[in-house]
């Protein structure tokens, strides 16, 4: 079965640092489009960074400049590097992947999901 499995979520406080891994038990999966998601209870989700084939990134305007999205491919792993945190970065982060497209990846309908990692911020 297809597993996508975040680690890395941790309390952290305002200004610091993580990054957020997810392994992909398939490795072909890095081939398409990937992406971090976050969600807080009784809020809708919101994409945070998307990767395509190309390694090319997107990012939501909240996180532009202080997160990065990559991948290795020799580990089958997506990350997010998360820098000068802010308390509205607190959440639970999951990594997601459409099996069925390498690029456009803000089209991407996500059909794999990890089961997330918690973020907390404090000020």
């Known amino acids: 079965q297809v597993q996508l499995v975040e680690s890395g979520g941790d309390s952290v406080q305002a200004g610091g640092s993580l990054r957020l891994s997810c392994v992909a038990s398939k490795a072909t999966y890095v081939a398409y489009c990937m992406g971090w998601f976050r969600q807080v209870p009784g809020k809708g989700r919101e994409a945070v960074a998307q990767i395509d084939n190309f390694a090319r990134p997107t990012y939501a305007d909240a996180v532009k400049g202080r997160f990065t999205i990559y991948k290795d491919v020799k580990k089958d792993t997506l990350y997010l590097q998360m820098n000068n945190l802010k308390p509205e970065d607190t959440a639970n982060y999951s990594c997601?992947?459409?099996?069925?497209?390498?690029?456009?990846?803000?089209?991407?309908?996500?059909?794999?999901w990890g089961q997330g990692t918690q973020v907390t911020v404090s000020s």
């Open positions: 997601a992947v459409d099996s069925t497209r390498g690029i456009d990846c803000t089209a991407s309908e996500y059909n794999i």
